[in-house]
């Protein structure tokens, strides 16, 4: 059974540091492409940044530019996302997602994606 368990999340205050960590299990995960998405209440599943198969490509959305990075473990496929200097609107379940990896295209749109995990909460205290 293929799944991919993210860790890390929790409570953080606004201007801290978090590190969400995203285990996939079940099949072969290194010719995927990986990538973490977001859902704030109320709000549409929007894209936070992604990495190609082999680590070396990374892409970020506007909002996290600057201020996050996003890597993987190639001995395990293990995905992680460090985001810093963290604010309210960051505050969302986020979700770790993994696709075959077809460069460019679609890397910001979650239809592209095969494989979810079932997300996990983080909040952002003012």
């Known amino acids: 059974q293929v799944q991919l368990v993210e860790s890390g999340g929790g409570l953080v205050q606004a201007g801290g540091s978090l590190k969400l960590s995203c285990a996939p299990s079940?099949?072969?995960?290194?010719?995927?492409?990986m990538g973490w998405f977001r859902q704030a209440p109320g709000k549409e599943r929007e894209f936070v940044a992604a990495?190609?198969?082999?680590?070396?490509?990374?892409y970020y959305s506007d909002s996290v530019k600057g201020r996050s990075t996003i890597s993987r473990e190639r001995n395990n496929d293990t995905v992680h996302l460090q985001v810093n200097t963290l604010e309210p609107g960051d505050a969302a379940v986020y979700y770790c997602?993994?696709?075959?990896?077809?460069?460019?295209?679609?890397?910001?749109?979650?239809?592209?994606?095969?494989?979810w995990g079932h997300g996990i909460q983080v909040t952002v205290s003012s």
């Open positions: 079940g099949r072969t995960f290194s010719s995927f492409a």
């Open positions: 990495i190609n198969w082999s680590g070396a490509i990374t």
């Open positions: 997602a993994a696709r075959w990896d077809s460069g460019t295209y679609g890397y910001s749109l979650p239809t592209s994606y095969r494989y």
